[in-house]
Nanobody, 125 residues
Framework: QVQLVESGGGLVQAGGSLRLSCAAS????????MAWFRQAPGKEREFVAA????????YYADSVKGRFTISRDNAKNTVALRMNSLKPEDTAVYYC??????????????????WGQGTQVTVSS
């Protein structure tokens, strides 16, 4: 069983930055693929960023490429999402996700079997 707990969300003005963090349980965190997804009110959950177990394979949604950075610290069992140049359209609940098969990563939510409870990010214009 893997438990994921997100933190770091909040209210920020457009152009500002936030850093989300996700703490994971489990002794084999270093073998997990990790990802961030988001869901805005009335919209489908959408992919944001993903990383394989080593950090060598990363994917980003086109809408966040160049502004967001995913990173992980396997010694601390955490994955982070640094968000710069935030826009009002980035407003959503952000979810951390994990897949035990960490040799690759994926943009599909179906690849990930474990999810956090989400953290709200609100960007004001």
């Amino acid at each position: 069983q893997v438990q994921l707990v997100e933190s770091g969300g909040g209210l920020v003005q457009a152009g500002g930055s936030l850093r989300l963090s996700c703490a994971a349980s489990g002794r084999t965190f270093s073998s997990y693929a990790m990802a961030w997804f988001r869901q805005a009110p009335g919209k489908e959950r959408e992919f944001v960023a993903a990383m394989d177990w080593s950090g060598g394979i990363t994917y980003y949604a086109d809408s966040v490429k160049g502004r967001f950075t995913i990173s992980r610290d396997n010694a601390k069992n955490t994955v982070a999402l640094r968000m710069n140049s935030l826009k009002p359209e980035d407003t959503a609940v952000y979810y951390c996700a994990a897949a035990l098969r960490g040799s690759t990563s994926s943009t599909s939510p179906n690849f990930y079997g474990y999810w956090g409870q989400g953290t709200q990010v609100t960007v004001s214009s």
